[in-house]
């Protein structure tokens, strides 16, 4: 397995290129299933997860092609002629649940094997199942798959989310715009990525308002059409990279950074003593001292905190002037990044959902090993600011969320090497 070698190499200052989100792209690849026409994204990211949703759009025989070195995704669905999702590849990725509702709303039934837990919770599907049965969905669980039909075609039905669901909304979304009648959806999740889908949706002919609200009404349509959509900016690779700078000093711009995918981030940073700023490329983002200082963090659904910015913000605090106390109130174990920030020397004490960080002049340089995708880069922006050699092992976690992780970085000064496992 690679490792990723860096060492604390003072400030940072250039540019760096921010991709198409992945949680955008894992939920744009999947509606391809709706339609029979060709559609194309844009601006796609080039990572391990992008490439499992393709095999698994494959292997039910959807035609997916990597174009312009993977930026470029074309997409075709004319010939499904299997619509059974396999534990194999579903367990790797459990964005793998989204094919359930695209499938389920075009042919009237579908397979899909229960993802399993990961690393950071259970992660249940729930809400999914309960959001396609008031669609008229009729579920069987066996064998650890879900057996969905909808005989007669999913009717248009009120879904009551009892707590917001990037997952579950989008599923629910992309079902109800082939569903007949109308749709609403209370409690939705109004992420950019739930706004990104809505908008390639509705390019495609659905019939959709409120999207980016908590209540999306959806008029389904007989059939819909091809389209070509650009993947929405990824709003966690910027959070990720404007750290960058936060820990280390130096000024640094990403590019194509807009400041309402980050806002309620930004104004953290700006607490903490960051300064961002709205550029015609993107945002620059320079720490204003030597030092930001402690500022306590809660993790919300959007427009709140991002849980997916959270442990890269606990990097940051780790290095803070003062005490800082972040609630993660999304997920119940994210916080495994914390035992190897203390191998770094940073003072963390873990309570349940509540970590307490006590913040320190420098970090140590240390050998640490990634567990989850954003922990594995919060431990890379560790080691940017850190005195010494950190060498972060288990990258194929990093390696499905980031891409060129060491290129970027590299380019703007920092000390960073991947070695290839011999
Ligand atoms: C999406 O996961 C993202 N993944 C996650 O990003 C992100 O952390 C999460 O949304 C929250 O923003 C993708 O978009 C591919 P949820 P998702 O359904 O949809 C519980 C990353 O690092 N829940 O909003 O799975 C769930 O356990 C990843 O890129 C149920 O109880 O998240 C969690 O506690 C990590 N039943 C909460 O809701 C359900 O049926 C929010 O989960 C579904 C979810």
Request: proline share 5%.
């Given at each position: 397995m690679d490792q990723i070698i860096v060492t604390g190499n003072g400030p940072l200052n250039g540019a760096i290129p921010i991709a198409g989100a992945k949680n955008a792209c894992l939920t744009l690849m999947p509606a391809?299933?709706?339609?029979?026409e060709p559609l194309t994204l844009t601006n796609a990211p080039r990572l391990s997860d992008i490439r499992t949703m393709t095999a698994l759009l494959q292997s039910l025989g959807a035609e997916v092609t990597a174009m312009n070195d993977g930026k470029v995704l074309a997409l075709s669905?004319?010939?499904?002629?299997?619509h059974t999702a396999d534990y194999d590849i579903v367990r790797k990725m459990r964005?793998?649940?989204?094919v359930l509702g695209p499938m389920l709303a075009r042919d009237g039934h579908a397979v899909v094997s229960l993802p399993g837990g990961c690393a950071i919770g259970a992660r249940p599907v729930d809400l999914h199942l309960k959001a396609l049965e008031a669609m008229g969905a009729e579920l069987d669980l066996r064998e650890g798959y879900v057996h969905a039909k909808a005989p007669g075609g999913l009717k248009g039905g009120v879904v009551d989310f009892p707590i917001v669901s990037v997952g579950a909304t989008e599923n629910a979304l992309m079902a109800a715009t082939l569903a007949k009648g109308t749709t609403v959806l209370n409690n939705a999740a109004r992420e950019p990525e739930i706004v990104d889908l809505a908008q390639c949706l509705r390019r495609m002919g659905a019939q959709i308002e409120?999207?980016?609200?908590?209540e999306i009404t959806i008029q389904g349509v007989d059939r819909l059409n091809g389209a070509t959509h650009p993947v929405v900016t990824d709003r966690i690779e910027l959070g990720t990279y404007m750290l960058a700078p936060a820990i280390c000093g130096g000024e640094v711009t990403c590019l194509g950074g807009r400041m309402d995918l980050v806002a309620a981030f930004a104004e953290k940073l700006d607490e903490a003593g960051v300064d961002v700023t709205e550029t015609p490329e993107g945002l620059t983002v320079k720490r204003r001292g030597d030092r930001v200082r402690a500022v306590d963090v809660t993790t919300e659904p959007?427009?709140?905190?991002?849980t997916d910015l959270q442990a890269q913000m606990m990097a940051l605090l780790c290095t803070a002037d003062g005490v800082s106390v972040l609630e993660e109130?999304?997920?119940?174990?994210?916080?495994?990044?914390a035992p190897e920030l203390l191998r770094m020397g940073a003072k963390i004490e873990v309570h349940g959902g509540t970590a307490k960080v006590t913040g320190v002049e420098r970090l140590k340089g240390a050998p640490v090993m990634a567990t989850d995708l954003r922990a594995s880069v919060s431990l890379i922006l560790a080691g940017l600011a850190a005195e010494g050699e950190t060498v972060v092992s288990r990258v194929y976690h990093l390696d499905r969320g980031y891409e060129r992780v060491e290129e970027k970085l590299m380019a703007c000064g920092a000390k960073i090497e991947r070695v290839r496992e011999t």
């Amino acid at each position: 397995m690679d490792q990723i070698i860096v060492t604390g190499n003072g400030p940072l200052n250039g540019a760096i290129p921010i991709a198409g989100a992945k949680n955008a792209c894992l939920t744009l690849m999947p509606a391809t299933l709706l339609s029979e026409e060709p559609l194309t994204l844009t601006n796609a990211p080039r990572l391990s997860d992008i490439r499992t949703m393709t095999a698994l759009l494959q292997s039910l025989g959807a035609e997916v092609t990597a174009m312009n070195d993977g930026k470029v995704l074309a997409l075709s669905s004319h010939g499904l002629d299997n619509h059974t999702a396999d534990y194999d590849i579903v367990r790797k990725m459990r964005a793998s649940i989204l094919v359930l509702g695209p499938m389920l709303a075009r042919d009237g039934h579908a397979v899909v094997s229960l993802p399993g837990g990961c690393a950071i919770g259970a992660r249940p599907v729930d809400l999914h199942l309960k959001a396609l049965e008031a669609m008229g969905a009729e579920l069987d669980l066996r064998e650890g798959y879900v057996h969905a039909k909808a005989p007669g075609g999913l009717k248009g039905g009120v879904v009551d989310f009892p707590i917001v669901s990037v997952g579950a909304t989008e599923n629910a979304l992309m079902a109800a715009t082939l569903a007949k009648g109308t749709t609403v959806l209370n409690n939705a999740a109004r992420e950019p990525e739930i706004v990104d889908l809505a908008q390639c949706l509705r390019r495609m002919g659905a019939q959709i308002e409120g999207e980016g609200t908590s209540e999306i009404t959806i008029q389904g349509v007989d059939r819909l059409n091809g389209a070509t959509h650009p993947v929405v900016t990824d709003r966690i690779e910027l959070g990720t990279y404007m750290l960058a700078p936060a820990i280390c000093g130096g000024e640094v711009t990403c590019l194509g950074g807009r400041m309402d995918l980050v806002a309620a981030f930004a104004e953290k940073l700006d607490e903490a003593g960051v300064d961002v700023t709205e550029t015609p490329e993107g945002l620059t983002v320079k720490r204003r001292g030597d030092r930001v200082r402690a500022v306590d963090v809660t993790t919300e659904p959007f427009p709140g905190f991002p849980t997916d910015l959270q442990a890269q913000m606990m990097a940051l605090l780790c290095t803070a002037d003062g005490v800082s106390v972040l609630e993660e109130k999304i997920f119940e174990n994210r916080f495994m990044h914390a035992p190897e920030l203390l191998r770094m020397g940073a003072k963390i004490e873990v309570h349940g959902g509540t970590a307490k960080v006590t913040g320190v002049e420098r970090l140590k340089g240390a050998p640490v090993m990634a567990t989850d995708l954003r922990a594995s880069v919060s431990l890379i922006l560790a080691g940017l600011a850190a005195e010494g050699e950190t060498v972060v092992s288990r990258v194929y976690h990093l390696d499905r969320g980031y891409e060129r992780v060491e290129e970027k970085l590299m380019a703007c000064g920092a000390k960073i090497e991947r070695v290839r496992e011999t």
